[in-house]
Antibody, heavy 118, light 111 residues
Framework: EVQLVQSGAEVKKPGESLRISCKGS????????ISWVRQMPGKGLEWMGR????????NYSPSFQGHVTISADKSITTAYLQWSSLKASDTAMYYC???????????WGQGTLVTVSS | QSALTQPASVSGSPGQSITISCTGT?????????VSWYQQHPGKAPKLMIS???NRPSGVPDRFSGSKSGNTASLTISGLQAEDEADYYC???????????FGTGTKVTVL
């Protein structure tokens, strides 16, 4: 059974760093891309960026480029989304999702809620 | 890359059919058959309902169907049921620097 299991909810202060994770199982982790998707409270889905776990090639939406970093460790079939300096506006639910080079996003993680507040 | 345009809300009575539109451009919806649809219940992760414009993944009820004409894709729910009440998002591959784009989302209400 394909599963993407994300790390738990986080509460952070502005300026702090954070890394959240997404562990894949039940499939060949290096055969599919992982994308990260943001959903701000009460809002829609926004594509942030993706990684090819086979070679760690990444690309980002211009809206998120430079503010987040996506990485992966194929030895433990885990992808990561990290911030070096969080802002209050980063408060959102973050989902990871699996896909081939093209859509669809066929499996999704359960989501990680990130709350940034002083 | 701007979000694809969907109606904010659509409603229908049980048993009726509803259609949700998803309008983009020739650089996304109109240019590729990589349109997909996702259902999201409150507090839950999105779930794939339709891929590649009109393909239904295993386990998705056949009352869900997809189509495309020009720059507009559509999701039709026939025989609306109470459990279909949710938010629905379309998505498309794009030729821009952002390879994927989502729609603005549609709240479906079962009256």
């Amino acid at each position: 059974e394909v599963q993407l299991v994300q790390s738990g909810a986080e509460v952070k202060k502005p300026g702090e760093s954070l890394r959240i994770s997404c562990k894949g199982s039940g499939y060949s982790f290096t055969s599919y891309w992982i994308s990260w998707v943001r959903q701000m409270p009460g809002k829609g889905l926004e594509w942030m960026g993706r990684i090819d776990p086979s070679d760690s090639y990444t690309n980002y939406s211009p809206s998120f480029q430079g503010h987040v970093t996506i990485s992966a460790d194929k030895s433990i079939t885990t992808a990561y989304l990290q911030w070096s300096s969080l802002k209050a506006s980063d408060t959102a639910m973050y989902y990871c999702a699996r896909h081939s080079g093209y859509p669809p996003f066929d499996y999704w993680g359960q989501g990680t809620l990130v709350t940034v507040s002083s | 890359q701007s979000a694809l345009t969907q109606p904010a809300s659509v409603s229908g009575s049980p048993g009726q059919s509803i259609t949700i539109s998803c309008t983009g451009t020739s650089s996304d919806v109109g240019g590729y058959n990589y349109v997909s649809w996702y259902q999201q219940h409150p507090g839950k992760a999105p779930k794939l309902m339709i891929s590649d414009v009109s393909n239904r993944p295993s386990g998705v009820p056949d009352r869900f169907s997809g189509s495309k004409s020009g720059n507009t894709a559509s999701l039709t729910i026939s025989g609306l049921q109470a459990e279909d009440e949710a938010d629905y998002y379309c998505s498309s591959y794009t030729s821009s620097s952002t390879p994927y784009v989502f729609g603005t989302g549609t709240k479906v209400t079962v009256l």
